[in-house]
């Protein structure tokens, strides 16, 4: 099985920057898409980035030039680094993990809310 801790949610206001940071553990042969998806209270979770093992990233239209994606694969951990938040970024934010046989892991969520 694969375990997906998240961390660094909180309050931020409008404007200000958080890090979101998501590690895999447990039995992992080979991590391939790492990504981070988000629900607001009464919507669909949504994508918010991907990247794969490569490197190649994907964005929601919502946080192009904003928000950046990255991995470290030494440590198994995919971050989010979000800029410019705004009172629509705020949502659960969950972190996605393909791995091993293709499985899907997801973590527990984290909230983020951005409020003045």
């Known amino acids: 099985q694969v375990q997906l801790v998240e961390s660094g949610g909180g309050l931020v206001q409008p404007g200000g920057s958080l890090r979101l940071s998501c590690a895999a553990s447990?039995?992992?042969?080979?991590?391939?898409?790492m990504g981070w998806y988000r629900q607001a209270p009464g919507n669909q979770r949504d994508l918010v980035a991907t990247?794969?093992?490569?490197?190649?990233?994907n964005y929601a239209d919502s946080v192009k030039g904003r928000f950046t994606i990255s991995r470290d694969n030494a440590k198994n951990t995919v971050y989010l680094q979000m800029n410019s938040l705004k009172p629509e970024d705020t949502a659960v934010y969950y972190c996605?993990?393909?791995?091993?046989?293709?499985?899907?892991?997801w973590g527990q969520g984290t909230q983020v809310t951005v409020s003045s």
């Open positions: 996605k993990v393909v791995a091993n046989s293709y499985g899907s892991y």
């Open positions: 990247i794969t093992s490569g490197g190649s990233t």
């Open positions: 447990g039995s992992i042969f080979r991590i391939y898409t």
